[in-house]
């Protein structure tokens, strides 16, 4: 008997999202994972859903439209969200991870699977039969050139930067101070507060300080979120003190005033021995950041357990090769998730490997395609990054932006709850109108 099967290529975000969707769905799966055999640029370990920069998978309130993202996702039993929830890290409002132990539940909850059998290998063909590319932003390049193969030499790449993590024992905390945004979150962000003088000297320093070049082939085209600091100090002198190095809703209690501008560092690990650098992506050489960075008040005698560095981002022009079930136009057998379909973040990423899931699942059943309706965070970004008008295709990440206004009358954050509010309402309906089997998010730490 011909049991229905699907290939996921890649172990990360979208892929462990969309092996666990689909096991649950009854569903075997064959899962393809290079690492530890061969490792990326960034990767670590040889751990699934491994989070090679952040800890933290943002906002986790109904008034942004990620925090509503992640309930969605909860909603239809994301194994991403479980874990996350069970390896929470203090962050105020966000919701940031031991990355190791979320790393460990995902996959030991996969390990367990019956349905899912693990191979350890670099897929350097795109196999016959459902399969789900969700092989990232630092795809192999055996693989990317098996994918151009099917979709013309359309993938379209560019540069991302990654922020330093130090030594919390190597912090002073004689001039750092904790707090959160307007005391939001109560202390959870150790602040290093600068004086005028001190932020013009560091943009000095920022500005002469040896970068890594780049090839000349490699256009630098920065995704806004995760620009270097550099290149934000390039654009104009205070365009970090308008950004991650904003002092609005911080007080410095030795002084009682907003210090005129100030870093901020977020635990990185369960027992609060990491912290790093909260936008602080950056691509100057790493003698020039030790240097750079030790400028920073409190940071005088840092520990960089992880240095800043920059990356591929591969990911290919999706309003003209995919359609918003995450099927290729070219091959309706083969799905694309996470990063690579220009989606940013690692709930996003994670989001489409469950979307990804849902629909190869209902391919194999012989069920129709289903895409979550519009006024959904889901379905807003998958509309986004499918919507064929778009023309230089730049990857996106879930925003209010995307999602159909409301009515006149709302405002402000009640206008951001009402939108949230409708959004849980509509991916409610979806689930029940489509009879979409909310997979059990049972994580092995918790079974
Ligand atoms: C340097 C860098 C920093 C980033 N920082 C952040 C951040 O701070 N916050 C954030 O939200 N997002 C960040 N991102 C984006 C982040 O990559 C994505 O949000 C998320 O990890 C993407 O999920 P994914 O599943 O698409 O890819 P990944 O999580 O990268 O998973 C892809 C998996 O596929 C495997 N693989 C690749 N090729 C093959 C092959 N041929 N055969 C088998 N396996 C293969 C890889 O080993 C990997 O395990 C960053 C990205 C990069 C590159």
């Not at 690492?35 to 491994?50: N, S, V």
């Not at 560019?158 to 002073?172: G, K, L, M, N, Q």
């Amino acid at each position: 008997m011909n049991e229905p099967q699907v290939n996921v290529i890649g172990a990360g975000l979208a892929g462990s999202e969309a092996t666990f969707q689909l096991a649950r769905r009854g569903i075997r799966v064959h899962l393809v994972e290079m690492r530890p055999a061969k490792m990326t640029e960034a990767h670590q370990t040889a751990g699934f859903a491994e989070l090679v920069c952040s800890n933290s998978l943002r906002n986790d309130s109904l008034e942004t439209a990620v925090g509503v993202l992640k309930e969605e996702m909860r909603r239809l039993g994301s194994l991403i969200i479980a874990a996350a929830d069970r390896a929470r890290v203090p962050a105020g409002s966000a919701l940031a991870v031991d990355r190791v132990d979320f790393s460990r539940i995902v996959t030991e909850t996969l390990e367990r699977e019956p349905l899912v059998e693990i191979v350890r290998a670099e897929a350097e063909e795109i196999p016959p039969g459902p399969t789900i590319i969700a092989s990232g932003p630092l795809t192999s390049a055996a693989l990317g050139e098996a994918l151009n193969a099917i979709i013309g030499p359309r993938n379209l790449y560019f540069y991302d930067a990654i922020a330093p993590i130090v030594a919390a024992d190597s912090i002073d905390t004689s001039i750092t101070f904790r707090a959160a945004r307007y005391g939001k979150g109560g202390d959870d962000y150790i602040n290093c507060p600068m004086t005028e003088v001190e932020y013009e000297a560091f943009i000095d320093a920022l500005l002469a300080a040896e970068k890594v070049e780049l090839h000349p082939f490699e256009k630098p085209v920065y995704f806004e979120g995760c620009m270097p600091i550099e290149e934000m100090a390039r654009r104009g002198r205070q365009t970090l003190a308008f950004g991650p190095m904003r002092p609005v809703g911080l007080t410095d209690p030795r002084t009682g005033r907003r210090p005129f501008a100030v870093v901020q560092l977020r635990q990185d690990d369960a027992d609060g021995r990491l912290y790093n650098i909260v936008g602080f992506q950056t691509k100057m050489t790493y003698p020039a950041q030790r240097n750079v960075l030790r400028m920073i008040p409190g940071l005088a005698r840092a520990e960089f357990v992880r240095l800043g560095s920059l990356h591929r981002n591969t990911f290919i022009d999706s309003p003209r090769l995919l359609n918003p079930t995450l099927q290729l136009h070219a091959r309706d057998d083969l799905f694309l998730a996470g990063q690579m379909i220009g989606v940013e973040g690692y709930v996003e990423s994670a989001a489409a490997g469950l979307l990804a899931a849902i629909n190869a699942a209902r391919l194999v059943t012989d069920a129709t395609m289903v895409v979550p309706p519009p006024v959904t965070a889901l379905g807003s970004l998958i509309a986004y990054i499918t919507d064929t008008r778009r023309r230089d295709f730049q990857p996106m990440n879930a925003n209010y932006g995307l999602m159909p206004p409301l009515g006149a009358g709302t405002r402000g954050r009640e206008k951001k709850t009402a939108t949230g509010t409708r959004a849980l309402a509509a991916i409610d309906e979806w689930i029940a109108s489509n009879s979409i089997e909310p997979a059990q998010a049972r994580t092995a730490a918790n079974s």
